[in-house]
Every structure is written in C-alpha cells, then in structure tokens.
C-alpha cells in the first residue's frame, strides 16, 4: 500500500490547473467526485458477478462485498478522497451511497406492494441518481513484484456521471525498485502522462461550463391517454400551437443551452431526444438537475388549453422519461 499512497501522491500533487484556481473553482462552484473501483479490478478480485439476460452476458458489480473484504480498496478510495477534500471538493462516499440505496430499495417495495409503481434500474444507475456527483473517478491498480522489486501500474479513468462516458484517463507504471526511492521513480513515471489528463479535464469543464450537461429525454404515451404526440394544443406561455411533439421541440429550442439537442425519433406514440444540453444553473445560480429541469415541460404541457397531464421519471442522473396521460 505504500507503494500505492506514493503513486496516488504523485499523481494529484503534480501542477493540474483542475485543482487550482480554474474557472470551475473562480465560478464559486465545484465539481462533485464520486471514487469506486473500476470493472477491471472488480473482475479480478472476483467482485463482478455475471448473469444471463436473456440470452447475453451481462454483469453486476458487487460493491459492498469489495468494500466490506479488501480493506486496499478502502485504503485507496480513502487516499483520493483526502486529495479532493483538501482541496475543497465536495465528495460523495461510495459507501453510503450504498446504504441510501438499501433504505430507498425498501421504500419502493411498499409503494410497489400497495400500488403497483416500479422503477427500472440497474445498480449503477441507483449510484449515479442517489450520489448527484458530477464526475466518477473509477480506480484500476495492479501490485507487481519481481523477487525482492515492486511496482504498481495504477489507472485513473474520470468518468461523466450524466452520461457515463469516459473524460479523462491517466496510467502511471511505476520502475521496480528495492529502495524507497521508489517514490522518485513513480513520479517520474507519471509526470509523462499528467499533462495530458489534466488537459482533457480542463476540456470537459470548460465544454460542460459553456455547454451544459448532456442528458437524454425519452416521451411516450400511456395507453389509454386521451392525448398522444400528434394532438394539437395552444400555449401561451410559448406563444405556440400545433401538436404536442413540436410543444415539446419548442420547449427545447427555448430551454436547452444554446438550442442544442438531436431529435433521433418522433412519431405518434413515442420521441427520442438525445445530447440535449441542460445548463448546470438555474437564473438564480442553484444547481439543477435533469428532474429539476425537464419539470418545466410538464408545467408547460398542464398549462396549454388541454390541461396535459403527464409524468415524469428519472433513470440515473442524464436519463429523463416523460409519460403523457398520467400523474
């Protein structure tokens, strides 16, 4: 483990202009961080379950069995959670995520048991909308001994909790050493790859501070609506009449950063909009959310001269569906 603290060490107290006075940091605003070990390690430490789903290979990570036994995982997610503490980003453990889930799980049980509501979910998208973490940082790290010579091979990917996509990655090899001047030779491993991470998190706050987070939004209908995509509705509000479908694109065009959003599909029945950009503050400076931010359109659906009524329900953080017909 120590070899691990010095490898952890190097890496976030090499010059990052991400912990220094950035424009995340003079916005009076920090990202959310969120540590957790990567599939890889999951994997090799047997913490990844597999499963068939229907007839493919999908597989669940067992987090709180890697927590409760590998005390090295605690150790390093404890490491780099110091690092961002001390520099005054907000985190989110891991851990007590975990625990927030078991008590919603029971919830949800009596609510399903009395009225028959249910959410699809998978466990990662329970972490990512019971944390609200802005970035995930998943850990990859390999002990390697030759005879009396250690080294660690540790990889950092930074990934976007809205979307899941990958950010940032960083991998450091430590030389095999007999000798504490294995710090020495870690540093010297990383700084060849320091600059280029630290440069593509600067991209993607500044991509994400001008643009606006990347969510999805998903509209379908209820069966037994009285209302589908192709009814025609007035709106003050937006000073618009035609069908709902095209409501809802001008909402977008209005709401999203920038107008930017990509209408995959839209029928009658049922719309797919993706990379819709919602910004990360309201007018009044307060962080927002996808639910926070796509409850405008249900406002604005209620508020036409048919009265839509709609509901809406959250998978993870970036994934929003929108049920017309129904509270």
Known sequence: MKILYSLLFFIFSSYNPIFSQGDSARKGKRPTIMVKPSNIWLNKNKYLNSFDNQGQIAFVPDYEKALNESLELKLAISAINNLYSERSYPLKSLEQVL???????????????????SVEENLIDKIRRTANADIELDLTWVLNQSGPQKNVTLIIEALDAYTGKSIASVTGIGRPSFSSDIQILLKESILANIDNFNSQLQRYFD???????????????????????????????????????????????????????????ITDRSAFFEQVRIPLFNKDGLLIDSRRFYRGILE??????????????TRGLGEVRIILGSK
């Open 207 to 265: 991509d994400l501070l001008q643009n606006g987070r990347e969510t999805v939004l998903k509209v379908s209908v209820f069966g037994d609506s009285e209302f589908d995509l192709e009814s025609v509705v007035k709106s003050s509000d937006l000073s618009f009449q035609g069908e709902i479908g095209e409501l809802i694109e001008k909402w977008l065009d209005v709401n999203t950063v920038n107008g930017q959003y990509s209408t995959s599909t």
């Open 300 to 313: 604005t659906l209620q508020k036409t001269d048919k009265n839509v009524t709609a509901k809406l329900i």
């Open 99 to 117: 625990k927030s889930i078991k008590i919603d799980e029971a919830e949800i049980q009596v609510l399903a048991s009395k009225s028959g509501f």
